[in-house]
């Protein structure tokens, strides 16, 4: 029965492939190790669409490059394991890891086996993966949705072993390895890495008799035995060498030994190699077939390659029982779909779940299924799930905009209402900053790191609950949800016309919007401050019109690709500060046609196709980002690009092909046809949809669902004489529903000697502010502002604005007099981006959390922390000492010890006391410690503070090589 049920479903593959150009074998045209190179992080091995098994070679075992376990750069295969990850910024998988070898010491202690290999060497399509190592052995890979298919072809008379190795990359939990019978093996793995907790069980079969098997546990050799269980279990087998073909086909599972047999048995029965590769090739023939192009071939390769990296993930998570290993780490079942996993959510939601909506409308809903169950198991909608495990990887909670794009797009077949509520829940939780979002209408930047970013997420994020409450006639919730979706209203700084960080109600100074920190996701205020995809003519506005915006988006363009502050290895794909290469700037090609300059996206969206993608190795210009770079590619080749997800519109750039045909699962055809295209005539003259003439710089999902023609005219010469209206345009928010932004404080410091004036200022014209002294909530009965205020103490401010019945939220200030007889002086230089409000903030009474991107640590780079306190006079003083941070994921390290020393004169210093770090160099824990030594009073007018640097960073250490961190806050003097 499993037979026929195999045969059954390779018929109806090929079946289905049959429906378009039978002659053209489109799998001919994709390159998997696009991307290897370079940082796209891709992996070139054998994997199904959505499948859930990735059989690659594993090249690389650590750092950022290797994230994918492969480098193009390597010479170098440790082995093939059985799972990877597409384009990530953070390691994981590489599961189940077999190694074929002809030479094995069979020493006491294990040598690590690996080869050597060339690229010459190396071959791989879609579905099919091989190489020849060095030692002669020629390996060939291809794959079922659940298993994996392995060939080994020995040189003749050379001896065989294979090596499975289950402590490989990731720290074991626990795993076994079991010798079933004389061809069965099976295990399992569970591991942590980026997911805390994952689950993978293997089963496999050989094609011929173990001969001999060799255990090493803990890396000691044991012989004679079955069966092991531990944290580093790694077996060899011998096999006679009267064949020199030896085969193994590994089922996988994320619930038990019995499903990946399971998994095995029914996907992959048979010991016929070439029938499971030339199945796994129909398969791709049919995603691919989902979209047909006519034009340039180098083109085609590129497009073909990306439209295949969009099928890499999610992946199927359940056994072909249904069973899965859901969000509570649990086993669960799935009746009548499939549960999925690998969200990447904050990338994938721009541009790769747009596009499945429109190629794999079925697979979206059982995406959509697959929220709504790790919501009732896990308790929330994922943020960035991975193996039954949410990491909390990056911000937003755009499951919520995948939800409601595939919603309103009448992709539904789901619990509406329990969407409903799931999103809702995302929305309405207390932390990452929402608590703060919620009181003040953004997040300030001294309550949460990446508070800009976070901000303008949520907002968006907030718009797209509206529109599903809003179809569901939820008309309480959609206004409420409208009021949050304008919060990006309060981080636009009027007088820079950027994104900023507001810190204790002020704009965050000194302000540089090429500076890389900790206010923004991965980018900088250049790469944030486009971000309103949900309310462009919003934005414009705030810009004051078109002309003005427009003049913005070109300076984004054309100023210099210089970036200050940290270094972030995502920022790639630079054309001025915009940075293709990390999904931020994704849609900001897209915004000129939001302001009657369309053809400025058609310019700077073919200088995009055609300059930052290739068909080799190194084609892409940064992560793969688990299929979104590729969706880019995909959608703005054929001539449009989801800006808004939920909007159910695609801004028209600028087609790529002459000729593109989308089959849709409803039957029909939406076909694109780009007359008198090439390389120079990328500007659009005329377009006609459905033989009508057409003026606007959008499509909906409707006019491709129903199918039709859109014809482009195209021509060298951009055409600005358009006589676009607003009618013509994308939508944005009603105006008649604007909020009125916060008001914002203007002073020098929040720490202050005698006195210092505060201005209340505001954002919008024709408002009036008023304001409260005690820390009292404002209303329109509280002191009325005119003027700034002269502060000599304490004091908390509220101030709150009004246009008619409308009024903003209420924006606090704190400020904080201290002693004008006590000063500090830093002796060596602290790191520009870990300031602490400057040198007086290490004597300002304000203590720095746990959280050091919340601005209240100083940070030492490479250098010792030094810092002279002079009290003004000689007093009587009985403790000494200063607060420091542990957090060494960030490089951040406590101090090997502190030197307390005291002066009466400033200039001549005797040391009282050192103080020994006794926190282990290796505590992963956020840890904060008061080095402080209580000693008889003396008395004193000057005390140094030193504390010494750990130096570089140990080689147990990911960031091995780098220069460690001291951070401190405050001196303590009592």
């Known amino acids: 029965m499993k037979k026929i049920l195999f045969y059954i479903s390779f018929f109806l593959i090929i079946a289905s492939c049959s429906t378009h150009e039978e002659n053209v074998d489109l799998t001919l045209y994709v390159n998997p190790l696009v991307g290897t190179d370079g940082h796209g992080h891709t992996f070139p091995g054998a994997t199904l669409p959505f499948g859930m098994v990735q059989l690659s070679p594993d090249t690389r075992l650590s750092g950022w490059d290797g994230c994918s376990a492969y480098h193009f750069s390597d010479s170098i295969i440790y082995g093939f394991s059985h799972t990877h990850l597409s384009g990530t910024g953070c390691s994981d998988y590489g599961d189940i890891l077999f190694m074929p070898t002809t030479n094995f010491d069979k020493s006491k202690t294990y040598n690590k086996i690996s080869s050597s290999f060339n690229h010459n060497n190396e071959k791989a399509s879609p579905g099919y993966y091989s190489v020849k190592l060095k030692n002669q052995i020629n390996c060939e890979f291809t794959v079922t949705a659940r298993s994996g298919f392995h060939s080994y072809s020995f040189p003749d008379h050379a001896e065989q072993y294979l090596l499975i190795d289950l402590n490989h990359r990731d720290e074991v939990l626990e795993s076994k390895i079991e010798i079933i019978n004389d061809s069965t093996i099976c295990g399992y793995r569970i591991s942590k890495a980026w997911a805390a907790e994952q689950h993978i069980y293997f089963y496999s079969k050989l094609s011929k008799p173990i001969r001999k098997s060799y255990f090493y546990i803990n ?15 790694k077996l060899v087998l011998s096999f006679e060498e009267n064949d020199k073909t030896l085969m193994s086909k590994v089922g996988i599972s994320s619930v038990s030994i019995e499903g990946a047999k399971q998994s095995l048995e029914n996907e992959n029965p048979e010991w016929n190699f070439n029938m499971c590769k030339d199945k796994a090739t129909l398969e791709w023939k049919s995603y691919l077939s989902k979209i047909d192009v006519e034009g340039e071939e180098e083109y085609k390769k590129v497009f073909y390659t990306a439209l295949y990296h969009t099928a890499t993930h999610p992946n199927i998570f359940n056994d072909v029982d249904g069973k899965y290993r859901g969000r509570d780490l649990r086993i669960h079942r799935i009746e009548n779909s499939n549960y999925y996993t690998v969200f990447s959510l904050w990338d994938t939601y721009r541009a790769a779940h747009p596009l499945l909506t429109i190629i794999e409308p079925q697979r979206t809903n059982d995406f959509i299924n697959t929220f709504i169950k790790q919501y009732e198991e896990g ?55 929402l608590d703060s979002y919620k009181e003040y209408g953004y997040i300030p930047s001294d309550k949460e790191h990446e508070s800009v970013s976070k901000t303008l997420e949520y907002a968006y994020d907030d718009w797209c609950i509206a529109q599903m409450a809003k179809k569901l006639n939820k008309k309480e919730d959609y206004e409420y949800y409208m009021v949050r979706a304008q919060s990006y209203k309060n981080m636009f700084d009027p007088e820079t016309k950027f994104m900023r960080a507001k810190e204790n109600g002020k704009w965050y100074s000194p302000f540089n919007p090429s500076e890389v920190n900790n206010h923004y996701t991965e980018a900088n205020s250049w790469q944030y401050s486009f971000y309103v995809p949900h309310d ?30 940290r270094q972030q290895v995502d920022i790639t794909g630079l054309i001025g500060q915009y940075a293709h290469g990390n999904e931020p700037s994704h849609h900001m090609a897209y915004l000129y046609s939001y302001a009657k300059e369309p053809w ?30 590729s969706a880019w590619y995909v959608l703005s080749a054929m001539g449009f690009y989801p800006v808004c997800p939920g909007s159910n519109e695609y801004i028209i750039g600028s087609p790529l092909f002459e000729k593109i045909t989308i089959n849709l699962e409803n039957g029909k055809k939406f076909v694109i046809d780009a007359k008198n295209i090439n390389d120079e005539n990328f500007y659009i003259e005329s377009t006609e949809l459905n033989s009508k003439k057409y003026t606007k710089t959008y499509i909906t999902h409707r006019d491709i669902l129903e199918g039709g023609h859109i014809v482009f005219e195209m021509t060298n010469t951009a055409n600005k004489s358009m006589k676009l209206t607003d009618a013509d345009l994308p939508s944005s928010i ?21 006195s210092q004036d505060i201005t209340i200022n505001t954002p919008i014209k024709n408002v009036i502010t008023f304001y409260t002294t005690d820390g009292s909530i404002p209303n329109e009965s509280s002191t009325l502002y005119t003027k700034p205020l002269l502060i000599n103490k304490n004091v908390e401010i509220k101030a709150i604005s009004y246009i008619g019945n409308k009024k903003s939220k209420v924006e606090t200030c704190k400020l904080y007099k201290i002693s004008k007889n006590r000063s500090i002086r830093i002796i060596n230089p602290y790191n520009p981006q870990y300031s602490a409000g400057g040198d007086i903030g290490l004597i300002d009474q304000i203590r720095g959390t746990t959280n050091f991107k919340l601005g209240n640590w100083q940070g030492y780079q490479d250098t010792d922390f030094e810092a002279i306190v002079d009290l003004g006079e000689t007093k009587s003083i009985s403790k000494f000492g200063a607060g420091f941070l542990q957090d060494i994921r960030s490089w951040i390290w406590m101090p090997k010890y502190v030197d307390i020393l005291i002066s009466s004169d400033g200039q001549n210093f005797t040391k009282i006391w050192t103080i020994k770090n006794e926190i282990q160099n290796n505590d992963y824990s956020l840890i904060t410690k008061d080095f402080v030594v209580n000693l008889y009073p003396k008395d004193v007018r000057y005390i140094k503070i030193f504390a010494k640097n750990v130096g ?6 990911a960031g091995f090589g780098g220069k460690s961190f001291i951070f401190v806050d405050e001196i303590i003097i009592e």
């Open 379 to 433: 308790g929330r909608l994922p943020i960035w799930e991975l193996a039954g495990n949410e990491t909390d990887c990056m911000i937003g909670y755009h499951s919520v905009s995948v939800i409601a794009d595939a919603f309103l797009k009448g992709i539904d077949n789901f619990d509406s209402l329990k969407a409903y509520e799931a999103i809702k829940n995302s929305s309405m939780l207390n932390h990452l900053g």
């Open 600 to 629: 400025k996206t058609q310019q700077y969206v073919h200088e995009i196709l055609t300059k930052l993608y290739s068909s080799d190795a190194n084609g892409l210009c940064g992560n793969e980002d688990c299929g979104q770079m």
């Open 536 to 565: 462009v003519k919003g934005l414009i506005n705030l810009h004051g019109g078109n002309n003005y915006f427009t003049k913005k988006l070109d300076s984004l363009f054309t100023t210099s690709s210089h970036t200050s502050g």
């Open 952 to 957: 570089n960073i140990p080689e147990w250490h």
């Open 219 to 233: 890396d000691s050799l044991i012989l004679d035995s079955t069966k092991h269980e531990g944290k580093n279990v």
């Open 734 to 754: 009603n105006s008649s529903s604007e909020i009125i932004s916060n008001p914002y404080f203007e002073y020098n410091n929040k720490v202050f000697i005698d």
